[in-house]
Structure formats: C-alpha cells, structure tokens
C-alpha cells in the first residue's frame, strides 16, 4: 500500500515536500514515481527515481523546481517542490512498479490515493 500525503494550499513561489509511505519489506525493489492530474486534465508525469535512487527523471515543466528522493531505510519517498505557480495544481499521486523507470503512467501497477496542491496566484 501507498499513502501520500503533505499536500495542501500555498501562494505562489512557495514550497511543499509530499511525502508517500509505503508498507511492507519490499520497498526497495520497486521504481517509484509521482504523476499529478489538474481540474480537467490527463494525468501527467511528474518525477521518477530508480530502486537506490541513483537516477532520477522530469519532465521539462518541472525540472529545476521539483526534486524527488526516496529513503529505503525508511520506506518513503518524497517530492520537494518550489517556486511553485498555479500551473501545478494538481491532486499529486505516488506510483510504484516491479520493472524499469517509466515515464507513462500506465506502466505504474500500484497507486497511492492522491494528495491535493493547491496553488493561489
């Protein structure tokens, strides 16, 4: 199971950290990401980070204010965001897969529940 959470309501130019916990031993044997889906809009990559965290992938509407990382230890992953804009409002979801990296939403098999960003111009 995924659980995210740390979403919320915040100006524009500010930051959040989205957090996503999940259970069980096997945590280090999935390649996770994050994809977000706004009011009226298909759901679109956000982040992807492989098994130890040693590669990490964007999309070019993120990259440079979104950092995502994962603690193995901890079972977590998380998504920094900053100098956000109105653009990013989204409810965020974590993903997580027994293959390769992808950047396709349709290649994640396990889905966390969405945490909502909120940006205010």
């Known amino acids: 199971q995924l659980q995210a959470s740390g979403g919320g309501l915040v100006q524009a130019g500010g930051s959040l950290r989205l957090s996503c916990a999940a259970s069980?031993?096997?945590?280090?044997?999935?390649?996770m990401g994050w994809f977000r889906q706004g009011p009226g809009k298909e759901r679109e990559f956000v982040a992807a980070i492989s098994r130890s965290g040693g590669s990490t992938f964007y999309p070019d509407s993120v990259k440079g204010r979104f950092t995502i990382s994962r603690d193995n230890h901890k079972n977590t992953m998380y998504l920094q965001t900053t100098s956000l804009k109105p653009e990013d409002t989204a409810v965020y979801y974590c993903?997580?897969?027994?293959?390769?990296?992808?950047?396709?939403?349709?290649?994640?098999?396990?889905w966390g529940q969405g945490t909502l960003v909120t940006v205010s111009s």
């Open positions: 069980g031993r096997t945590f280090s044997s999935y390649v």
């Open positions: 993903a997580a897969d027994g293959g390769v990296v992808s950047r396709r939403w349709t290649d994640y098999d396990f």
